[in-house]
């Protein structure tokens, strides 16, 4: 066989005739394979071509598969032959080809092939529903004379599909996925692309709000004749820029593509509508030295309206790119598309999710729709819907399907348990006494009894995948039989309505009683609101215990944490949750972030040690706090460090490290630790990141704040009443009225610097506990501990660097001596000068 007659389609045919026939233990390969592999695909010209004489492709590959497991299979043969019949059609098919003038042999010419052999099985199960040679030889005649009246012959089709996708036989098949909403859109599009001139639609809008999919619906509504009359004949190409310069090594090579492409859709006369995804792209695209790009070669050809285009950009690439060609902008009608409201990409997701669940072979959940919308609104604002809400879907089916598809865990443990019920049966073997065959007995018959468990549990978990393989199927020939009935409708063929009506009612009867059995195992199987959660989680960069937390429980958790930890202050805690809690209630849109607080008050008094709180509680910990000490940001080249070098400048790739930072960790505490120090134009940035929740870096793009909260520190020697005054001393006024609230932390009393110290200690506690260290102390130890420093100007820092001197050295100490064993227990007491001492 010379595979150089042969087209790809064909080769892939044969490949897989010949595994068909080794699952199916048959001694040879015969043209029943052939046929039945070109026929079991959703996809081929011999299947349009028999669909459309109403043959009910289903019926016919049913009987042919029938026929195969009717065949031979000898038992102890292991060479696989090809028959006479299959030899003969190869040969044959390579004279029908020539004989259509076609230079390498598709499918139909082995298909036609085998009709002519009318001698064959599969001939004769064919003829069964009046499918003959001449009868589907004619039909293939039609088709490439419809083809060709419309100025569209196979050969073009052929060459326009070396540089994009044939939308409109996409949809014929059903490959494109249904379209919900978007009217207003998609009859714009209409009533541009009807027009005499100037009829060259753009559609203009955010990455991810449905830019293709209003096209895509297009292409469906042209398909379903739900269109002027002018459009219902229209084939629509989507034109793939990769392909078309992929390969051109040399000048000239580019143009001399795209001309003869142009060339193609200009000599179809109307019929052919070219989609350009990205339409940016063209400008400069395919460009080198002494050629020209693309919106130069198509400026012409739109300018006489010899080409149908319909284009997709964002807004920003529109201006930058489109705006600046005043020739090319002339030729396009501006389109704008908005991002769906939440309540429409909830139904664009329930038009789809079938699709989806076909593919990953799982059962969505309408609350886990619900979910995936709110969630991706809320978490994920910087991306648009419906796009960020189907990725959620997508992939959270796909984290299903992955559990699926893995053994389960209970299966697992049996097996380890059997596993080492063995192991111990081989050691008992060796001994002789009585009570070692008595339990030698026993264990024999637990591994009989577990082995037995185990056997009936894979059996039903085999049984239960196989049940949810059959309903898979069983929904995928529903959908198609669902679009060969609409074909039918639009056609008229009454006759073959009726057999696939009878069929489409079979198949839904058999699906029902399936999905009726009792599942045999308890598969994960649904995506519910926990993987929808999970996946948002993952996305956002936050800890999943904050999307699954009830939020009273977490926000009244909160306050109570806060104040245990946070010693004194309370009503600057109260003020900080409360604006948490307007910011989880989303009853009122806020362009802001969640807070913006200015802490003012000495060293020591825990400024900073309030935004690691806040970072441990409400968002992933410390690794969710940004500190930036404002002492580094005293000169004006310090704001590259903020939002990046500006073009031109070393490092304006890389972007700014502050703004990156918030760009993957969108849910975080920002910490300017002493702002007074910074240079005033930092100050600025800061500002206006408050005033409007967002901020533009270096390369333009948008950096979203809302969901951070922002702590600012000055170090201020006053009392309470003085403060506000040394503020505005330090601090610009405009700077200061961006604040939603300013908080002065007084200094400790003795009260609250006991606190702290008792607090501590408790935390040296639980670290050494981690160690099998039992730590014991009594009050006199917490009095004696806050007299080692002067706490009055030290503040919190007083009590750490004495813990640390006078109870964690002398521990550690006493560790590396090797006098501390595990489950030990220390205890801190006074000596009779009241020194802290450890004690055995």
Same mark, same amino acid.
């Given at each position: 066989?010379?595979?150089?007659?042969?087209?790809? @389609?064909?080769?892939?045919?044969?490949?897989?005739?010949? &595994?068909?026939?080794?699952? =199916?233990?048959?001694?040879?390969?015969?043209?029943?394979?052939?046929?039945?592999?070109?026929?079991?695909?959703? +996809?081929?010209?011999?299947? /349009? @071509?028999?669909?459309?004489?109403?043959?009910?492709?289903?019926?016919?590959? +049913?009987?042919?598969?029938? @026929?195969?497991?009717?065949?031979?299979?000898?038992?102890?043969?292991?060479?696989?032959?090809?028959?006479?019949?299959?030899?003969?059609?190869?040969?044959?098919? $390579?004279?029908?080809?020539?004989?259509?003038?076609?230079?390498?042999?598709? $499918?139909?010419?082995?298909?036609?092939?085998?009709?002519?052999?009318?001698?064959? $099985?599969? @001939?004769?199960?064919?003829? /069964?529903?009046?499918? =003959?040679?001449?009868?589907? #030889?004619?039909?293939?005649?039609k088709i490439n004379s419809e083809n060709i009246a419309r100025g569209i012959t196979d050969e073009t089709l052929k060459e326009l599909s070396k540089y994009g996708?044939?939308?409109?036989?996409?949809?014929?098949?059903?490959?494109?996925?249904?379209?919900?909403? /978007?009217?207003?859109?998609?009859?714009?599009?209409?009533?541009?692309?009807?027009?005499?001139?100037?009829?060259?639609p753009v559609l203009i809008g955010e990455a991810g709000v449905g830019k293709t999919a209003i096209v895509e619906g297009l292409v469906q509504r042209i398909v379903k004749q739900d269109v002027p009359d002018i459009l219902k004949d229209k084939i629509v190409f989507a034109l793939d820029m990769t392909s078309l310069i992929a390969g051109a090594k040399y000048r000239g090579d580019f143009e001399d593509r795209l001309k003869k492409l142009l060339e193609i859709i200009k000599d179809s006369n109307g019929k052919i509508i070219m989609f350009i995804d990205e339409l940016h792209n063209i400008i400069g695209a395919g460009n080198t030295s002494g050629t020209m790009d693309t919106s130069n070669i198509l400026k012409p050809m739109l300018a006489r309206g010899e080409i149908l285009v319909v284009g997709a950009t964002t807004l920003d690439e529109y201006k930058k790119y489109i705006e600046k060609d005043g020739a090319l902008e002339r030729r396009f009608q501006k389109i704008l598309v908005e991002e769906p409201t939440q309540e429409d990409t909830i139904s664009i997701l329930r038009g789809i999710k079938s699709k989806y669940e076909r593919h990953h072979k799982v059962q969505i959940t309408d609350l886990a729709i619900?979910?995936?919308?709110?969630?991706?609104? /809320?978490?994920?604002?910087?991306?648009?819907?419906?796009?960020?809400?189907?990725d959620i879907i997508d992939e959270a089916s796909s984290l299903v399907r992955m559990y699926t598809d893995e053994r389960p865990l209970e299966l697992e443990d049996l097996n380890r348990k059997i596993l080492q019920l063995e192991t111990e049966k081989v050691l008992l073997k060796r001994e002789v006494d009585e009570v070692s065959k008595h339990r030698l007995a026993e264990l024999e018959k637990t591994i009989e009894q577990e082995k037995n468990i185990l056997l009936e549990k894979e059996d039903a978990y085999i049984k239960e995948r196989q049940r949810q393989e059959e309903i898979s199927n069983l929904q995928t020939d529903l959908e198609l039989?669902?679009?060969?009935?609409?074909?039918?409708?639009?056609?008229?063929?009454?006759? &073959?309505?009726?057999?696939?009506?009878?069929? &489409? #009612?079979?198949?839904?009867?058999?699906?029902?009683?399936?999905?009726?059995?009792?599942?045999?195992?308890?598969?994960?199987?649904?995506?519910?609101?926990?993987?929808?959660?999970?996946?948002?989680?993952?996305?956002?960069?936050?800890? #999943?215990?904050?999307?699954?937390?009830?939020?009273?429980?977490?926000?009244?958790?909160?306050?109570e944490n806060l104040k245990y930890e946070f010693i004194g202050s309370e009503n600057m805690i109260d003020r900080i949750v409360d604006a948490y809690i307007r910011s989880r209630g989303d009853l009122v849109e806020k362009n802001r972030p969640i807070g913006a607080y200015l802490l003012a008050g000495s060293s020591g008094v825990g400024k900073s040690y309030i935004a690691k709180l806040l970072a441990n509680y409400i968002y992933d910990g410390e690794k969710s706090l940004v500190a930036l000490d404002m002492s580094e940001f005293t000169d004006k080249s310090s704001i590259t460090k903020l939002i990046g070098a500006p073009p031109g400048y070393i490092g304006f790739e890389t972007g700014g490290a502050f703004t990156e930072t918030i760009r993957t960790r969108p849910y975080s505490v920002i910490l300017f630790d002493n702002i007074d120090m910074a240079q005033l134009e930092v100050t600025a940035i800061i500002s206006q990141i408050i005033k409007?929740?967002?901020?533009? +870096?270096?390369?333009?793009?948008?950096?979203?704040?809302?969901?951070?909260?922002?702590?600012?520190?000055? =170090?201020?020697?006053?009392?309470?009443?003085?403060?506000?005054?040394?503020?505005?001393?330090?601090?610009?006024?405009?700077?200061?009225?961006?604040?939603? #609230?300013?908080?002065?932390?007084?200094?400790? +009393?003795?009260?609250?610097?006991?606190?702290?110290?008792?607090?501590?200690?408790? &935390?040296?506690?639980?670290?050494?506990?981690?160690?099998?260290? =039992?730590?014991?102390?009594?009050?006199?130890?917490e009095d004696e501990l806050i007299t080692y420093f002067d706490y009055e100007n030290m503040g919190a820092i007083a009590i750490s660097n004495a813990i640390e001197q006078y109870i964690l050295t002398p521990i550690s100490m006493k560790n590396l001596q090797g006098k501390l064993k595990k489950f030990s227990t220390v205890r801190l007491v006074l000596d009779e000068e009241n020194n802290i001492i450890l004690q055995d």
């Open positions: 066989m010379d595979v150089s007659k042969y087209s790809q @389609a064909v080769i892939d045919t044969i490949k897989e005739a010949h &595994k068909i026939a080794i699952k =199916n233990e048959n001694l040879e390969v015969t043209e029943l394979h052939i046929m039945y592999c070109i026929l079991k695909n959703s +996809d081929n010209e011999v299947i /349009r @071509a028999i669909t459309n004489m109403g043959i009910v492709v289903k019926s016919l590959t +049913d009987d042919i598969k029938n @026929a195969i497991s009717k065949l031979k299979s000898p038992k102890g043969v292991t060479n696989l032959y090809v028959s006479r019949t299959y030899q003969k059609v190869l040969i044959v098919s $390579q004279e029908i080809a020539r004989g259509m003038y076609d230079s390498l042999v598709s $499918q139909k010419h082995i298909f036609l092939a085998i009709l002519k052999e009318d001698y064959t $099985q599969g @001939a004769q199960i064919a003829q /069964r529903y009046n499918l =003959n040679y001449e009868i589907l #030889e004619k039909e293939f005649d996708r044939n939308l409109t036989k996409e949809a014929i098949d059903g490959k494109l996925d249904p379209i919900i909403g /978007r009217d207003e859109e998609t009859k714009g599009v209409i009533r541009i692309l009807s027009r005499r001139i100037k009829n060259n619900i979910d995936a919308v709110k969630l991706s609104k /809320r978490y994920l604002s910087s991306r648009k819907l419906p796009d960020i809400a189907i039989l669902t679009l060969q009935i609409e074909d039918a409708k639009e056609k008229h063929s009454f006759d &073959k309505l009726g057999d696939l009506m009878k069929l &489409k #009612e079979e198949t839904d009867n058999n699906l029902k009683e399936v999905k009726s059995i009792t599942p045999y195992y308890p598969l994960r199987i649904q995506v519910t609101q926990k993987e929808v959660k999970e996946i948002v989680a993952k996305l956002a960069g936050m800890p #999943e215990k904050n999307l699954e937390t009830d939020e009273l429980a977490l926000i009244s958790n909160l306050k409007n929740g967002k901020i533009n +870096d270096s390369k333009g793009r948008n950096i979203d704040f809302k969901n951070t909260v922002i702590i600012c520190t000055v =170090n201020i020697n006053s009392d309470k009443n003085k403060y506000l005054d040394l503020l505005k001393t330090k601090l610009q006024f405009s700077f200061l009225s961006s604040f939603d #609230e300013i908080f002065f932390i007084d200094k400790f +009393d003795k009260k609250s610097i006991k606190k702290v110290a008792k607090l501590s200690l408790q &935390k040296l506690s639980q670290e050494l506990s981690t160690n099998q260290i =039992n730590l014991v102390w009594n009050e006199e130890v």
